[in-house]
């Protein structure tokens, strides 16, 4: 079997891959995630997933998946809080609004260095919730490291009023409908019989 890596050291993102049952590894991408003024959050997105997966591919033989998640409200993207008064100020700001997350996948094969990506789009109606209860989100989850600055695997589902999007798995940082279908392309089936024992994150 060909040996398979996540580029990310999300715990999130390998629960999600541990799903498939397929073995893998997790690696550092060491990118620099800096976007530039007027880079879409789309785009954004997409350049920054390839750029894990080429960055931990280079050099092996091994099939790499690189992932990378950017919210943006009104199309401003919006960052990782890093402190508790600017994630306060950006719930505020989308309190009563939709904001929409660009999730991107890249899997990159380290033999031959083809790329394969995709964005997957996810709309997010938030709520509309006082002050104190998004302050009081924040003292009890802080979620200071993460796009949107909240955890919508956890406690931050409180905020929602509507989530839509193909793939539940893509707000959550990985698309995993379209990471199963073309790891089968490239030759990890995660139903195959012969695949060895299942995966640990």
Do not use: N
């Not at 931050?156 to 989530?163: K, Q, R, V, Y």
């Amino acid at each position: 079997m060909r040996r398979l890596i996540l580029a990310s050291t999300s715990k999130y993102r390998a629960e999600l891959l541990a799903r498939l049952h397929l073995p893998f590894e997790t690696r550092s991408p060491r990118v620099d995630e800096e976007i530039p003024p007027g880079e879409a959050p789309e785009a954004a997105a997409a350049r920054l997933a390839v750029a894990k997966a080429e960055a931990v591919a280079s050099g092996t033989d091994a099939i790499v998946i690189g992932a990378d998640q950017i919210p943006s409200l009104d199309g401003r993207i919006l960052r990782k809080p890093g402190t508790h008064r600017v994630a306060l100020e950006q719930l505020e700001a989308c309190s009563g609004r939709t904001v929409v997350f660009h999730t991107a996948a890249a899997i990159v094969d380290g033999r031959d260095g083809s790329v394969r990506k995709t964005v997957d789009v996810t709309e997010v109606d938030f709520a509309r919730l006082p002050h104190d209860a998004l302050d009081r989100y924040l003292a009890l989850e802080q979620p200071y490291d993460c796009a949107g600055g909240f955890k919508a695997e956890g406690l931050g589902i409180i905020l929602f009023s509507a989530i839509r999007s193909r793939d539940p798995t893509a707000l959550i940082g990985l698309p995993l409908i379209w990471v199963a279908a073309t790891l089968r392309d490239c030759g990890l089936d995660p139903l195959a019989h012969d695949r060895g024992p299942a995966a640990r994150p």
